[in-house]
């Protein structure tokens, strides 16, 4: 049998799909075939060195949903048996390409699919995507990955010091309604440093001008670079984006401000850090309504958590962080994952500009 996977998306959403894609790829190999976005393959060929990719060119319609070239979909996938739509939205586009390939032969979340599976609100990315491979494959395993590739971990960090501090990752860079307001986060990281001299931050995004404690790379961090400070940090704080998605594959301790509430199609529960030591603080419909206080308490969770561990890293020259205003902890009524094998990881457990998030990788 052979398996096309098709999935267009954020790259948050991409990393998400790390779990149950390695479970893929464990049992298919090269029989497994990703069709998507350029941004997606590059990230993800990497660390799926046995599945076979290919990119389409697509972009954004009108109305700020994805559009694709079918005919390249279609070509691409021409020898699939069987499709996987990863997708959580769907399209004439998508509904025309899913009735055409692979006899029809399809599975995914969308009605377009021959066999429908069901889309929980509020259940996480991960788990609705390993959701998906065990209910085609239910015999296969599914373990919580860390990433392998360079374009993901801590090798791809250029820039160093000697650091005597922890670090702690400030990303707030996203689209506008995620933002968490500037002013807040600085006079709440004033705030908490002051009681831990023995902490920097590192702020990975653009837009964050002035934050205390700021460790600056000279110039400019690429993508890559930016995933490696993530990948190295001993804790970190930031809103839903890839980096957020990052830390958690990484198992850095984490605080996540959302302002959809917890159980929302866009919430923590959904979009969250899901392996990580974590808190959540919720603004319960926006992003300011998250209180300072709720967040200043957050963190002095996350320090204490992260200052028990180990240092992660070699000297990188950013730092790290870790989530409530209503504080969820950790736990949560989930699909257990098993945790990969000793050894298969390298590391342990406000305006228009556009998120860093939405670069090209580097090659």
């Not at 997708?87 to 009605?111: C, E």
């Not at 360079?150 to 990752?169: D, E, I, N, Q």
């Amino acid at each position: 049998m052979k398996v096309g996977l098709f999935f267009m998306n954020g790259i948050g959403d991409h990393l998400m799909l790390l779990p149950a894609l390695r479970a893929l790829e464990e049992r298919l190999g090269d029989r497994a075939h990703y069709v998507g976005q350029d941004i997606g393959v590059r990230l993800l060929r990497g660390e799926l060195p046995r599945m076979r990719f290919t990119a389409i060119p697509w972009g954004r319609g009108p109305h700020g949903g994805y559009e694709f070239q079918v005919d390249a979909a279609l070509e691409a996938l021409r020898d699939a048996t069987l499709l996987l739509s990863l997708v959580p939205w769907q399209s004439a586009q998508l509904k025309y390409m899913l009735h055409r390939v692979a006899d029809g032969n399809t599975i995914g979340f969308t009605p377009g699919c021959r066999r429908v599976i069901d889309y929980r609100i509020g259940e996480h990315t991960v788990d609705r995507a390993i959701r998906l491979v065990t209910t085609l494959f239910p015999e296969t395993r599914v373990r919580a990955v860390r990433p392998r590739s360079g374009a993901l971990s801590a090798r791809g960090a250029r820039h160093r010091h000697t650091r005597s501090k922890r670090m702690l990752v400030v990303h707030n860079e996203t689209l506008a309604h995620k933002r968490w307001p500037t002013a807040r986060l600085r006079s709440t990281l004033i705030r908490v440093l002051k009681r831990h001299p023995d902490w920097m931050v590192a702020d990975i995004a653009r837009g964050n001008r002035g934050l205390p404690g700021r460790l600056r790379a000279r110039t400019r961090l690429s993508l890559t670079q930016a995933f490696a400070t993530v990948a190295a940090a001993d804790a970190f704080l930031g809103v839903d984006s890839c980096m957020l998605h990052l830390a958690d594959l990484h198992r850095v301790p984490g605080v996540g401000l959302f302002g959809p509430a917890e159980d929302a199609p866009l919430g923590a529960g959904a979009m969250g850090f899901r392996f990580a030591p974590n808190r959540h603080v919720t603004g319960r419909g926006a992003m300011t309504n998250i209180p300072p206080a709720a967040v200043e308490r957050a963190l002095e969770w996350l320090l204490r958590q992260a200052s028990h561990r180990p240092g992660r890293g070699p000297g990188l020259s950013f730092a790290r962080l870790p989530s409530t205003s209503g504080v969820s902890d950790e736990h949560r009524h989930r699909t257990h994952i098993p945790s990969e094998p000793d050894g298969a990881r390298a590391s342990d457990p406000e305006g228009t500009r556009p998120s860093q998030c939405s670069e090209a990788v580097s090659a």
